[in-house]
């Protein structure tokens, strides 16, 4: 058997939690188990994999650690540095899109920087291995003035969606990938949604199976327009 060990501050604990869920997932492919341990300042995920599948289970942590810093952190530290005409709710759009137009490009970075290690600490990773990641993200916040306001964010989100070929489905509240695997990445922004959700996917065509929500509606009409296809 092969063990891996992902810890977090505590204050991030709902980081961990993510991981737990995604990475148990992975294990029922490939066999092995995961166990959550939660202290005074530092929580903490225990893989245990087959040898033979060592090798995948780790992959997918690392891509999981990457989503966590990609979107978890960068959120935090766009939603610190931005001063925009926003109200709140089109804030974390902005900030939803500006994560999804990079999203790839960062996680790739992040694992390429992600050693083999029987341990990985996220936030210590994020401080000390990652600080050309955070100088580009300070650009982009420097790039977006204070007087952005809401026609901006239409605009902006125009461009990525007519840029963007991918395809996620709705079904009731969720969110599916293409291959109807549900998404949840939104938590990382501290809660689950599924206007962040779509965002967060940078979809450029969204199918609706069925009924959904006014709001959830109003949305897509805004900001997808003729890519919304509902059924």
């Known amino acids: 058997m092969e063990s891996i060990t992902v810890t977090e501050n505590g204050e991030n604990r709902s980081n961990i939690t993510y991981l737990y869920n995604a990475v148990t997932s992975c294990l029922q492919r490939y066999g092995g188990k995961s166990e959550l341990i939660f202290g005074e300042d ?5 893989i245990t994999a087959e040898k033979s599948a060592e090798r995948d289970v780790r992959a997918y942590t690392k891509e999981k650690i990457a989503e966590v810093i990609g979107i978890g952190y960068k959120f935090e530290f766009l939603k610190n540095r931005l001063r925009v005409c926003l109200g709140q709710r089109e804030k974390k759009l902005l900030l939803a899109a500006l994560i999804a137009a990079d999203l790839d490009g960062d996680k790739a970075y992040i694992r390429g920087k992600l050693d083999h290690s029987e341990e990985y600490s996220i936030d210590g990773f994020y401080a000390f291995r990652l600080g050309a990641l955070r100088e580009k993200w300070e650009k982009i916040a420097a790039y977006i003035p204070e007087g952005f306001a809401s026609n901006d964010l239409k605009k902006f989100c125009d461009f990525l ?6 395809k996620i489905y709705i079904k009731g509240n969720a969110v599916f990938g293409e291959n109807f695997v549900p998404l949840r990445r939104s938590r990382l922004t501290g809660e689950e949604d599924i206007e962040t959700e779509i965002m967060l996917s940078d979809a450029g065509f969204v199918y609706c199976l069925g009924e959904v929500e006014d709001s959830v509606g109003d949305f897509l009409q805004k900001y997808y327009a003729e ?4 059924s």
């Open 227 to 230: 890519r919304a296809i509902f």
């Open 161 to 166: 969606v007519g840029e963007s070929h991918n």
């Open 42 to 46: 530092r929580a903490a995920l225990m």
